[in-house]
């Protein structure tokens, strides 16, 4: 790199000793990409910025005097912008370029970098500056997409670097631009700030509201550890010095992000943080009021399925609330109506080919291995199911499944022998969830602690044995659980019996998948990923420009949803079973997270699910080889880690030179002492000193921001848009034989199942949520695509991710055969609903596939 860098400066230095550069800004208005004004017009910018408003310098890197000294930096001459240039057919429409000429000197060398002032007095948002015909060199492209913010705000000019890096001319411009980032850890971060800074989930709770608000500060702490998330900055509340004080509903979109991390640049990325707001701060206000004056509840599954034939028309007072809030225009778009049938939705993919195949045995156990959140179920290891709970303080918390529970349902297999042939698995979410039931339950919210055991079928197939429904004892927790078994049944009060404890199921396994699966192991977990990113390596750094795409919009998503989603009392606490203590929650389960084991093939290892296999094409092999998350992700993870391979070997030529990259190892340092610093003892951390752990680490970081977000995420509207498939609460136990429940479950099952799980107000709620987050944007860039051809100026890295895109529409076509085959039943199941979670790619709106680079809603 260096000797072409040698090279290009004597080329260039030959010829004439003066001209002009010209060179092409291309740039938007910050109105342009404002919700409330998304079609403004740039056609005034244009003269606001010519003349003074903007200018331009050239950092190159020039021959030193003696040439051995090597090459040093020279700061050009500024130049502005001067001609508005309106006829380019490479712009959208929101764009705008203008010319810009340089003065050119024998000894200005080779363009490395470009400072850029703004004297005007509003921001704008740059995304390229374009130098054509540099002698010897030719064209010079900087990719830049950030916001300029007027000069008063900084006391520095905005500096980019070109993609060639040129070592020491840029290292003091590449040191001083992070030390810029990181800040100084004071005071309160405006939106002009480009500080990347870590704060505890410090902001959840309003004490000052009330104790009905007050939540625990999360992270810290041995009691509530949790990942960091971005720093604001924003003063303590008065009633607890320990707790952020929170912005003004009207304020909630506007929660400190650094500028360049804010929502994509296009209409609907924008419109989705706005129609979660709407949704928190219009509509859930609007339910509660309507039902708390009105209760009402579905009467039966025809009444659910009208929320997709027609809608609910509801009582014309609370519309009327909500019509005068949202402007009928954004009522249609936002939730696709007319506005007088408020909540009409989209068909649910799992009731599309099938309105009651979701109800089935043979679905209920697919969807554990192809469904919403197939990364629980583990393989059985011992009968009966032993807890991890300290007995001393939960007493006996073990299973009471038994052997005459299951024994007519394994095929002629004793329960040993179906263990030892690994036919034996397990949902287990009785240890999570048992420390908080009797916190958690009250007269109206009421579940169990629940363990399901599964058998695998000849056909490939896993069928329910025995579903175990637990409570805390009434007498206290150290005199352990107290359990009921149940068992399949198809008729009678006992097959309405064996669809409730199912439901309860569903209940553990929402509330799991929504703050565990989803919340804790992709948003939050990546979330320290991108702050300690962009405050150690340069932007110049090979790893920043490998995980830069992954780390897409994290930031600001993480932040609105601690504003108006997992805030208390927010719209996550009003539909998940855990309520109040959701976060808290996650952050038991915190305890036991590992990153190493967010590697695909050791999760999958880890569960006993795989075992390892040196002849299997991705070294471990499936013990339930139809496995449709398993066997997609094993086929994406593969992909990934090559493409990733191919990019550090280029980079990295020895393990000597990751452990010298005194940018990596600051990096890594603070993921682990600061970012996750709450687990930094644990003796898993990679150490960091060998381009496989390099590689490994990155894998997996890109693997949870893509794939694995997306087989978690986009699969909510398709299989819990439909809340009986996958109810989020329940309301009521199983009901003892002689009451008034139980007589009701005998003569109308469906009214009873209904009035046990989601109610009518959460099951708008909820779906209203899920809809918009199961969306993919106008503006989405998928994995394997970056946002800009020009990324890189080496073509080995090039070359590798032109392999990596064919691998993964290799990958794509494979799948859609895959679902063609009738032997694999878990791919499409009762529901007749194919398993597309981890197709590569998508359209826009609400598909059931596509996976994008990063964590982005």
């Given amino acids: 790199m260096f000797q072409n860098i040698v090279h290009g400066i004597a080329s260039c230095c030959t010829g004439d000793s003066k001209k002009k550069i010209k060179g092409t800004v291309v740039l938007m208005k910050k109105n342009v990409l404002e919700f409330n004004d998304f079609h403004a017009s740039v056609l005034d910018l244009g003269h606001e910025l010519l003349g003074q408003g903007v200018s331009l310098q050239v950092i190159s890197a020039a021959k030193s005097d003696p040439p051995e000294n090597g090459l040093k930096e020279k700061l050009g001459k500024p130049a502005n912008l001067e001609r508005w240039r309106t006829a380019n057919d490479s712009l959208i429409a929101s764009e705008t370029s203008f010319e810009v000429n340089f003065d050119w000197e024998e000894e200005i060398g080779v363009p490395v970098a470009i400072l850029i002032r703004n004297s005007h007095h ?83 709770g309003d004490p000052d509201e009330g104790t009905k608000y007050v939540r625990p500060v999360l992270g810290g702490s041995s009691e509530y550890p949790y990942p960091r998330r971005g720093r604001t900055g924003r003063a303590a509340t008065e009633s607890d010095p320990n707790t952020e004080s929170r912005l003004p509903l009207l304020m909630s979109l506007n929660i400190y992000v650094p500028r360049d991390e804010r929502f994509g640049h296009l209409r609907m990325a924008d419109f989705l943080g706005y129609a979660l707001k709407l949704v928190a701060q219009v509509v859930k206000p609007g339910l509660e009021g309507l039902f708390d004056s009105t209760p009402l509840e579905f009467d039966s599954f025809d009444d659910v399925f009208k929320l997709y034939e027609g809608g609910i028309e509801l009582p014309q007072g609370p519309l009327d609330i909500i019509r005068e ?12 109506t007319d506005g007088e049938n408020l909540f009409e939705f989209p068909m649910p993919q799992v009731i599309e080919g099938d309105k009651t195949g979701w109800r089935t045995d043979e679905e209920f156990s ?56 690994n036919r034996m698995f397990i949902l287990d979410h009785h240890d999570a969830l048992m420390p908080y039931l009797r916190r958690i339950n009250t007269p109206s919210k009421t579940t169990y602690a629940t363990r399901t055991l599964l058998f695998l079928k000849d056909d490939g197939t896993l069928k329910p044995l025995a579903i175990e429904l637990s409570l805390p004892h009434e007498e206290g927790d150290e005199f352990g659980a107290v359990s009921k078994v149940y068992t399949p049944s198809e008729h009678g009060v006992e097959g309405s019996i064996w669809q409730l404890a199912k439901a309860y199921v569903g209940v553990n396994d929402s509330g799991y998948h929504q703050l565990v699966s989803h919340w804790l192991h992709t948003h939050a977990a990546i ?27 994290t930031m ?33 389960l915190y305890k036991s997270w590992d990153f190493t084991q967010q590697a695909l093939p050791e999760d999958l290892k880890e569960r006993g699910v795989a075992v390892e296999d040196p002849n299997s094409p991705h070294g471990v092999r499936l013990l339930i080889e139809d496995y449709p998350y398993a066997v997609d992700g094993l086929e994406i993870w593969s992909a990934i880690k090559e493409w990733v391979k191919d990019y550090c070997y280029f980079y990295y030529k020895t393990d000597d030179s990751v452990r010298k990259d005194s940018e ?29 752990e390099l590689i490994e680490s990155c894998t997996i970081i890109i693997w949870v921001g893509s794939a694995l977000h997306a087989a978690i995420n986009f699969g909510q509207y398709p299989y819990g848009g439909f809340l009986p498939n996958r109810p989020s609460m329940s309301r009521r136990l199983i009901p003892e034989k002689g009451s008034a429940e139980y007589e009701e479950l005998e003569s109308n099952p469906d009214k009873a199942f209904l009035k046990t799980i989601t109610s009518q107000y959460q099951t708008l709620l909820g779906i209203s949520l899920i809809e918009i987050l199961s969306r993919h944007t106008s503006d989405e860039v998928y994995l394997g695509q970056r946002d800009t051809p020009e990324w890189t100026a080496d073509s080995e890295p090039m070359e590798a991710l032109d392999r990596f895109r064919k ?51």
């Fill in 527 to 553: 979330e320290p990923f991108v702050i300690a990113t962009n405050r150690h390596l340069s932007v110049l750094h090979p790893i920043y420009e490998l995980l830069k795409p992954h780390f897409r919009d």
């Fill in 366 to 421: 697919r969807e554990m291995l192809a469904g919403l959140n197939p990364v629980v179920i583990r393989r059985l290891e011992e009968f009966p199911p032993k807890s991890k709970l300290d007995s001393k303080q939960y007493g006996d918390q073990n299973s009471k499944i038994t052997e005459e529970d299951i024994k007519n349902n394994l095929e002629g297999l004793a329960t040993d022998e179906a263990i030892k042939k």
């Fill in 325 to 336: 809030k949202i402007p009928l225009q954004t009522l249609r778009e936002i939730f696709r």
């Fill in 122 to 204: 509003s921001e704008f948002y740059l995304k390229t500056v374009t130098l054509e015909d540099v002698p010897g060199q030719g064209r010079f492209h900087f990719v830049c997409n950030s916001w300029i913010y007027p000069a008063k705000r900084y006391n520095y000019d905005r500096i980019f670097f070109t993609s060639k890096d040129t070592d020491e001319p840029l290292r003091k411009y590449r040191e001083k631009e992070l030390v810029k980032l990181r800040g100084d850890g004071k005071g309160e971060l405006k939106e002009w700030d480009r500080v990347y800074d870590y704060a505890y989930y410090n902001d959840l």
């Fill in 556 to 588: 600001n998503i993480n932040a609105l949803a601690r504003q108006v989603l997992i805030n208390a009392g927010g719209a996550l606490e009003s539909t998940v079973y855990p309520t109040k203590y959701a976060l808290e929650f996650s952050s038991s």
């Fill in 807 to 857: 691998k993964l529409t290799d990958i794509e076509k494979r799948i859609f055969d895959m679902n063609k085959d009738d032997k694999l039943k878990n791919r499409f199941g009762p529901v007749k609903m194919p398993y597309t979670l981890l197709v590569p790619t998508s359209k826009e709106g609400l598909t059931g596939r596509g996976i994008p680079n990063s964590v982005s809603i």
């Fill in 664 to 692: 990596i190892q600051s990096w890594w340092k603070e993921v682990r002492e600061v970012g996750h610093g709450d687990l930094k003892d644990a003796p898993w951390w990679p150490k960091m000193q060998t381009r496989e």
